[in-house]
């Protein structure tokens, strides 16, 4: 009877890793985005909706710790991961923005190589969470720092292509690189606070697995 009585927590978990799946899936429309130019317009549509969908459950996950007094983890771990999964689909829907407005012709081999490379990145941090909430050791330390150097090195690569400029220096080809300067330097926010993301599940991993 008294246990009935007890206040029961939220599904944090099953809500983070939703919330994960929406990262993921944002993340796989970044890279069809850089992919296919036929249906750029369609793909920016869809990651616009999948970012209302993550604000709302955003504000459910923080609502939800307002009103629980029993956490499967410590309530900063799951306000952490929160946050740091907001804010990479947040860059991602940023970065979708840019290319939409651009209208690139064509699009550059660094950069599709990076969005695939962010795709394999998010698919560490669904496996880090699968582990955390079932408490398995699930630490992906190595792997993350080899996408990582993977992602430093198509960035180098990029921004040397794009700063290479084999023609005249006319005012449109000088807006192509400031343009393409821009979706690099994004893209570069992008992998680090995927970075970020991975470290607060790593820490979290550390205090209860």
């Known amino acids: 009877m008294f ?16 919330q ?9 429309l970044l890279a069809e985005m850089l992919e296919e130019h ?3 317009d369609d793909v920016h549509k869809e990651i616009a909706i999948i970012e209302d969908r993550a604000d709302y459950l955003h504000s459910r996950i923080i609502r939800a710790l307002s009103q629980t007094f029993i956490t499967p983890i410590d309530r900063e771990d799951i306000l952490r991961i929160n946050q740091e999964q907001e804010e990479a689909m ?11 407005i651009f209208e690139f012709s064509r ?13 394999n990145m998010v698919d560490l941090t669904t496996l880090m969470l699968q582990g955390l909430a079932c408490r ?20 180098a690569v990029g921004l040397a292509e794009v700063m290479d400029v084999q023609q005249e220096i006319t005012p449109d080809v000088l807006m192509l690189v400031i343009k393409w300067s ?3 330097e994004r893209m570069g926010g992008l ?16 205090k209860n697995v």
């Open 3 to 18: 246990a009935a009585l007890l206040p029961k927590s939220a599904p944090f978990f099953e809500m983070l890793e939703e």
């Open 20 to 28: 994960n799946s929406l990262l993921r899936r944002m993340a796989e």
């Open 38 to 40: 036929g249906r750029k």
């Open 90 to 100: 947040d860059c991602l829907q940023t970065l979708s923005t840019r290319l939409h």
């Open 107 to 119: 699009t550059r081999f660094p950069a599709r190589q990076l969005a695939r490379t962010v795709v």
């Open 136 to 155: 398995k050791d699930c630490h992906k330390t190595r792997a993350f720092r080899t996408l990582r150097g993977e992602c430093d090195m198509l960035l």
């Open 182 to 184: 821009q979706i690099y």
């Open 191 to 206: 992998v680090d606070q995927i970075v970020h993301l991975a470290e607060t599940i790593e820490e979290a991993v550390l």
